[in-house]
């Protein structure tokens, strides 16, 4: 018998995969669910149960969460990246490493085929099928949900045909979770009029009041929340757990996909959010303005061909050598103070601000120049602006 791997979630179109490739095509079906980080280990075990209830052969949980940290997200911090000005990103660039593990998989056992869930009309169809071509040329592509022009409705009948019961209830909304955010997905977002309902987040409000944060970053990278180390994921899960009860983090991205078409997605993402913004104000005090200028044409980039399935082109790998070396002097501590739904950036400690010069305090006094300097100055720039003007009267 011939085998497929499906990259397997434990959602509905995953669901209805695992028994269409077995049912209808009569493949031996190996499910690989690739962790981003969002799972614990009581939901793998969850996952694991579907997978093999449903009728695969074999399941493996693959976890990648370090590897996406490592060549993924700590260069999406240095490039204060979110996607027009509001989403970091989550899914989207989870899923090259995702598919990467897929097709590792596939040639470790010997698969003819690679399978995944994604429908017509969105960006995952594109990131799976590219990574696929590129890296797994040999193997045959099946994407049963996309080619059946499937509803979820469809999907569910067909399950409950085959003996399936879940809480369907619960799978009205197509949630994709990773240390890097969740992705929330359902009928409201497929119109411009409406948003998402207060229930369709996984994390509820849970807290009141205000609460301080302090974040602490050495060379760009998060090292201590609130005086205690602890680096990379330990430090992105530590914000998480103290700023999702504030349900904050929340929002509805509007955006061009792959495909070209618009579409909208919600999310949740409270530490993304906050270590951006917290990254980003550090920046602005370490940082001189050509810095900051071309970090953000080319976080922007980053960020843009990450989201366009892009990850492997070789300009990726210029660009991050490029953010690295930008953020040997971002080094110093945060303070942002929480409340439902909202955050605040309050300021910053740092041996590397730009502001502790000396020089001069802003608006009050300055020690390095005088005030003929400044007239002197002043007119040397303004000597452009004189002539345009003498000449072609725009004003």
Known sequence: MEKVVLAYSGGLDTSYCVKYLSEELGLE??????????????????????????GAKKHVNLDVTTDYYEKCIKYMVFGNVLRNHTYPISVSSERTFQALAIVNYANEIGAQ?????????????????????????DKKIITPTRDLKLSREEEIAYLKAHGVSYDWKKMEYSINKGVWGTSIG??????????????????????????????????????????????RIEAIRAIE?????????????????????????????????????????????TLTKWQQYWKEQLGNWYGMFLHEAMYSEPVMRDIERF?????????????????????????????????????????????AWTSDDVKGFTKMIAMPLKIYNAVNHDL
């Open 29 to 54: 079906v190996y499910t690989a669910l690739a962790n981003t980080g969002g799972f614990s280990t009581e939901e793998l075990k969850v996952v694991e149960e579907k997978a093999y209830a449903l």
């Open 113 to 137: 085929y690679i399978a995944h869930g994604s429908t017509g009309a969105g960006n995952d169809q594109v990131r799976f099928d590219l990574c696929f071509n590129v890296f797994a040329p």
């Open 186 to 231: 359902g009928k409201e977002t497929l119109q411009a009029n409406t948003n998402l309902p207060e229930e369709a987040y996984p994390s509820p409000l849970q807290k009141a009041g205000k609460e301080m944060l302090e974040i602490e970053f050495e060379q760009g990278e998060v090292v201590a929340v609130n005086g205690q180390q602890g680096k």
């Open 241 to 285: 757990a103290i700023a999702s009860p504030w349900a904050i983090g929340r929002d509805t991205h509007v955006g061009d996909t792959i495909v070209g078409i618009k579409g909208r997605v919600g999310f949740e993402a409270a530490a993304p959010l906050l270590i951006i913004k917290a990254h980003e104000l550090l920046e602005k005090h």
């Open 323 to 367: 953010l690295e070396n930008s953020q040997r002097n971002v080094s110093g501590k945060v303070k942002i103070q929480l409340r439902p739904y909202h955050f605040d950036l309050i300021g910053i400690e740092s041996v590397h601000d730009l502001m502790n010069s000396g020089f001069a305090e802003y608006g009050e006094m300055n020690n």
